[in-house]
């Protein structure tokens, strides 16, 4: 008898309780990728607006963006494709069935829980609008507004215990209209309407629309994060070998320095003097005349050179006289055709992904203005960015910057007076010159320590190494048979590394070698713990 009171009370409290509609976020496809976007209706721009996400218009053209984040596509296969997809979004927006019911005004210190909100009129998003997920980062937020959609200046949306930005969804039947100073968070999508956004808007999200113009001007809008969003990785990082001990190294040129310049990692050139770099204030060697490391440094600079040189891009900022100016860029492979003017300051974003990369393809020469910042934000690594520069370098006064800069036939290199490079400085060909600077090479290999054996004076003849040039193999012979002692040969690369360590037991001993690529190698000869002889080896 209490069972059964106690499952009739108990279908008559949920039968009575409150009924919790969790929303579905829509699918947006390919409309995901846009930061901007119209179906019908040109998107335009005016100020220096700063956007992470394509843009683009299916009918219509995207005018006055400089450089942004992404790729314009007007008119194309990828806006057809996006325009489709915005479609289902929307029906599925529209389509949803609402369970609240707020008042036209919202903010104010208002916060809303997960659901779908309805209002039947125009609605305005005054001072603040909290939406909370209550610690469920899958908590969506659909708001379906059958009339316009304004925001009074400085009004915010604050996403609260977990919500995300991805996961709030604006569905507007009218004119977008955003004051200036607002913060938006969330996908728009206006059907049959224009957007529009104005100075110091934030956008954390996407602005979209069915049919209608879209204008901003001097806002920041990117596409959010989470909700299934790739991770952004960038692309493979390029080998240094031998370049990454170096701070300083021309293949081919004279390497100078003039005032108090610190320096962490190796410093020289592989056909030129390098002078004017006191050994007190570099931490690492300084490589007055071309020697073993710098031929190999010169051989692995070429082939990062090569390997950034023919990578396919990304994104192509189609400005590169506007470079800078507070430009914020993401884990990419990104290209510009010209000769670059880098002002003010340029932001890398590594998304919380510290294993990010970046590389910045340059077909031309860079410059930069006094004072300008390369900026690390939210993970990124000096050690994970590089620059391939075809032309030129000359790094301002006073400037700060970050990533190996790899530079291919500049006439000249200069970083100039009181410029911090976290990174390096590497070219093919042209003399490099530095003024009261401080240089920091990220991430020097710790098992690279090199040993001087490119002094190869021969202390006693003990032992006899043949064919010198070899290919395959090397035959170690003994030379007085009487003293059959163990020998230890040792073979060493360019850089110092040992590369193979054997017992000679016998007057005339086989090492296979057809795993050493071609190239110049050391050797020494051990006999009870002294070197007895050391050589030159030629790989063919």
Same mark, same amino acid.
């Given at each position: ?18 009924k919790t509609n969790y929303a579905q976020a829509p ?7 846009f930061v901007l976007f119209s179906t019908d209706g ?17 009918? +219509? ?13 007007? +008119? ?28 036209? !005004? ?143 190294? %021309? ?83 990104? !290209? ?21 990369? *970046? ?102 003849? %003990? ?28 073979? *060493? ?24 690529? %071609?190239?110049?190698?050391? *050797? ?12 030159? !080896?030629?790989?063919?």
């Open positions: 008898m209490k069972n059964k009171l106690f499952y009739s009370l108990l279908i008559i409290i949920l039968f009575f309780a409150p699918n947006l496809g390919s409309a995901a990728d040109a998107v335009s721009n005016t100020g220096i607006s700063h956007l992470t996400g394509n843009i683009g218009t299916n009918n +219509g053209s995207s005018t006055a963006f400089g450089n942004i984040d992404g790729v314009m596509h007007d +008119g194309d296969a990828a806006s057809a494709q996006c325009a489709a997809d915005l479609l289902v979004a929307y029906n599925e927006l529209n389509a949803v069935v609402p369970n609240f019911f707020p008042a036209p !005004l919202l903010g104010d210190g208002q916060t809303l829980n997960q659901g779908v909100y309805s209002i039947s009129s125009a609605a305005t998003i005054n001072l603040d609008l909290n939406l909370d997920a209550q610690g469920d980062e899958s908590a969506v937020f659909i708001f379906q507004i059958q009339g316009p959609l304004s925001t009074n200046a400085s009004s915010k949306i604050n996403l609260l215990n977990g919500a995300l930005a991805c996961n709030v969804f604006w569905k507007v039947e009218g004119l977008v209209s955003m004051a200036s100073g607002s913060t938006m968070r969330g996908t728009i999508i206006a059907n049959n309407s224009a957007i529009e956004m104005s100075t110091g808007d934030t956008l954390e999200g996407r602005a979209l629309s069915t049919a209608g113009a879209i204008t901003v001007d001097g806002i920041l809008a990117y596409t959010p994060i989470g909700c299934g969003s790739p991770v952004l990785e960038g692309p493979t990082a390029p080998t240094l070998g031998a370049a990454a001990c170096y701070a300083i190294f %021309s293949a081919d040129g004279a390497v100078t320095n003039t005032g108090i310049t610190t320096i962490t990692g190796d410093v020289g050139s592989n056909n030129g003097p390098t002078t004017g770099y006191d050994p007190l204030l570099v931490t690492g060697q300084i490589h007055e005349i071309p020697d073993g490391s710098t031929a190999q440094c010169a051989i692995d600079v070429l082939v990062a050179y090569n390997y950034l040189n023919t990578l396919p891009y990304d994104i192509e900022l189609l400005y590169p006289a506007q470079f800078g100016n507070n430009l914020v860029l993401t884990p990419h492979t990104y !290209l510009m055709n010209g000769a670059v003017t880098f002002t003010d300051s340029l932001y890398l974003n590594a998304q919380g992904n510290p294993d990010a990369v *970046f590389i910045i393809q340059i077909n031309g020469a860079l410059s930069t203005s006094t004072y300008s910042k390369v900026l690390l934000i939210n993970g990124a690594l000096a050690e994970n960015v590089y620059w391939k520069v075809e032309g030129a370098v000359n790094i301002n006064n006073y400037s700060v910057f970050c990533g190996t800069i790899i530079c291919n036939n500049g006439a000249l290199v200069v970083v100039n007076t009181g410029v911090v490079l976290n990174g390096r400085s590497l070219t093919t060909t042209g003399a490099l010159s530095t003024s009261a600077i401080t240089v920091i090479a990220p991430n020097i290999p710790s098992d690279c320590e090199y040993v001087d054996i490119t002094t190869v004076d021969i202390i006693e003849e %003990s032992i006899n190494i043949y064919p010198n040039p070899f290919n395959s193999s090397l035959n170690i012979a003994i030379n007085d048979a009487s003293e059959m002692e163990n020998y230890e040969l040792k073979i *060493f690369n360019m850089l110092g590394m040992e590369l193979i360590n054997t017992i000679i037991t016998k007057q005339i001993t086989v090492i296979e070698t057809k795993n050493l690529p %071609s190239g110049i190698y050391f *050797f020494k000869a051990i006999k009870n713990g002294e070197t007895i002889q050391t050589g030159k !080896l030629i790989a063919q």
